[in-house]
């Protein structure tokens, strides 16, 4: 049970380039999330799904898009990256919606955009 | 705006002494979820509250829910140097929530414990 994988680990990004982080949960979690961490900032919710085919934005979302064509994976894709979005990035699952269940989070994706 | 105040943001004590760190909010939150976050690693679940006046122990950590279900505190006893860690107030259900009741971070303790 690996619970909630990310991919890459570190990625540095030129301005203008895109690419997708990658999140994968095996524990068959309705509930998908991706965070975004600024130093000293906390977590700021970006994106969520309720399950699969089912997205919502979170506080952040200019400059992100995501899909959840299955239940276990749930990308996200940066387009035109900026400086801004330099960042580490969460993603999580939780069985239930709402404050009363767990959320488990993978081990991040440390994004630097020069 | 920040929705949920943690304070203090660091700390640094010796390895036996005592701490108190608070979660403060002017919303009301139906739950309050705590996390502790290690270098390099995302957070994991200590406990959530949920009854306003709760109290929950998990070994030497305490965690307090307000009467009001608006602030949240967490008390270590004789801390040592594995509670190194930045610990993550979130509150869910509030009226900033969402409908699915997301959560809502604090911005986080950084405690560092000394040997």
């Known amino acids: 049970n690996a619970g909630v994988t990310q991919t890459p680990k570190f990625r540095i990004l030129k301005i203008g380039q895109s690419m997708t982080l990658q999140c994968t949960q095996d524990m068959n979690h309705n509930y998908m999330y991706w965070y975004r961490q600024d130093p000293g900032m906390g977590l700021k919710l970006i994106y969520y799904s309720v399950g699969a085919g089912i997205t919502d934005k979170g506080e952040v979302p200019n400059g992100y898009n995501v899909s959840r064509s299955t239940t276990e994976d749930f990308p996200l894709r940066l387009e035109l990256a900026a400086p801004s979005q330099t960042s580490v990035y969460f993603c999580?699952?939780?069985?239930?919606?709402?404050?009363?269940?767990?959320?488990?989070f993978g081990p991040g994706t440390r994004l630097t955009v020069l | 705006t920040q929705l949920l105040e943690q304070s203090p943001q660091f700390l640094s004590i010796q390895e036996g002494e005592n701490l108190t760190v608070y979660c403060n909010s002017s919303s009301v939150f139906s739950s309050l979820q705590w996390y502790r976050q290690e270098p390099g690693e995302g957070p994991v679940l200590l406990v959530t509250v949920v009854t306003g006046g709760e109290v929950k122990k998990l070994k030497r950590l305490t965690f307090q829910f307000g009467d009001a279900r608006k602030d949240s505190s967490l008390h270590i006893t004789a801390a040592q140097t594995g509670d190194t860690g930045l610990y993550l107030c979130?509150?869910?259900?509030?009226?900033?929530?969402?409908?699915?009741?997301?959560?809502?971070f604090g911005k986080g303790t950084k405690l560092s414990v000394k040997p």
């Open positions: 979130a509150g869910a259900g509030g009226i900033y929530g969402g409908s699915q009741g997301n959560l809502i």
């Open positions: 999580a699952s939780s069985y239930h919606g709402g404050g009363y269940n767990e959320q488990f």
